[in-house]
């Protein structure tokens, strides 16, 4: 597999591009707005053909760049079918894999941060958005979020996988790139080790965090695929 992670620094944002070897096609999950020219130039440079956009939610804090790469380059939308999205090319569900050429991505949903989360599997490899982040996880007070759900998303769907699986988060505030489930299974201070869904929800309802900057407008903007 051909593989880029990129950094979207206001947001902390991870955008995560993958390439077939074999056919040259190629996915985005999470493209961020203000980078598609970095985005277009990293398909360029690998020789790669956009197929799909690919969502991991409705997200709050930046506005996609879905729109904006499909005018380019004539790529699909892919969102969850659960976020009720406008102008979505392709409704992601859990046992619905998307192919790239010959790659596989497997969607989970993992709702909890939003009801709408889906995390990706792709070999050995685990692209989990809000939900599960390097010895953390997303919030749980908007967006149909609920502690209790995130828990178990977390602890039924993503810790049941192989421990050598490779975590790349949505986010990471300290520019960390890549975990493991063994690593998060063990030692993550939120939900790992021996935490009880009791404990869980306690520590989520304790954290008080400041509401979103541009929450008001990349919501809207977002359950549009980005178009204006």
Request: net charge negative; with cysteine.
């Amino acid at each position: 597999m051909l593989f880029r992670q990129l950094f979207e620094p206001q947001a902390s944002a991870y955008t995560y591009l993958l390439g077939c070897p074999v056919t040259r096609e190629a996915a985005l999950i999470d493209p961020v707005l203000e980078m598609v020219e970095r985005d277009l130039a990293a398909l360029a440079e690998l020789g790669l053909d956009l197929r799909y956009t690919i969502e991991t939610h409705i997200h709050a804090d930046h506005v996609t760049g879905a729109a904006r790469l499909r005018q380019a380059t004539g790529c699909k939308t892919a969102v969850p079918a659960a976020s009720g999205a406008e102008h979505v090319d392709l409704e992601v569900r859990e046992g619905e894999p998307i192919m790239i050429g010959t790659l596989r991505i497997d969607p989970l949903h993992t709702p909890g941060h939003t009801s709408d989360h889906h995390a990706y599997l792709v070999g050995d490899r685990l692209f989990t958005g809000d939900a599960l982040l390097i010895d953390g996880c997303g919030r749980t007070d908007f967006q149909g979020g609920d502690a209790a759900t995130l828990y178990r998303s977390i602890r039924d769907k993503l810790f049941v996988l192989a421990s050598e699986t490779l975590v790349y988060p949505g986010h990471d505030y300290q520019r960390r790139e890549v975990s493991s489930i063994g690593q998060e299974r063990a030692r993550n201070p939120r939900v790992g080790g021996g935490r009880t869904l009791e404990e869980f929800v306690a520590i989520m309802a304790a954290l008080d965090l400041p509401r979103p900057k541009r929450m008001d407008v990349a919501v809207p903007a977002n359950q549009a695929c980005g178009e204006s």
